[in-house]
């Protein structure tokens, strides 16, 4: 049974940075591709950063390029999400997904969220 626990959210001012970390535990897949989503109050869940299993492709939404960086550590099946220059409109909760797949296309397993409040 794949499993994601998230970590790393919090409060932070406007400017500040976070690291999100994700560890998946009771995968199958030696190198999974993995993503982060976020969802904000009153708004669609929506897919900021993407890492194929290998690290080689990498994609993010266009309001976190430049500020938001996506790594792996490929021997723990983990992923991570620096985020830097942290906004007001980035207050929300942070899901890790992962696939089934080596290349993104389709996310089975989600971990149950973190926060991230980014506030004066």
């Known amino acids: 049974q794949v499993q994601l626990v998230e970590s790393g959210g919090g409060s932070v001012e406007p400017g500040g940075s976070l690291r999100l970390s994700c560890a998946a535990s009771?995968?199958?897949?030696?190198?999974?591709?993995m993503a982060w989503f976020r969802q904000a109050p009153g708004k669609e869940r929506e897919r900021i950063a993407t890492i194929s299993g290998g690290g080689d492709d990498i994609e993010y939404t266009d309001s976190v390029k430049g500020r938001f960086t996506i790594s792996l550590d490929k021997a723990k099946v983990m992923v991570f999400l620096q985020m830097n220059s942290l906004k007001p409109e980035d207050t929300a909760m942070y899901y890790c997904?992962?696939?089934?797949?080596?290349?993104?296309?389709?996310?089975?397993?989600w971990g149950q969220g973190i926060q991230v409040t980014v506030s004066s």
């Open positions: 997904a992962a696939s089934d797949y080596v290349y993104c296309a389709t996310y089975e397993y």
């Open positions: 009771g995968y199958s897949v030696v190198r999974p591709c």
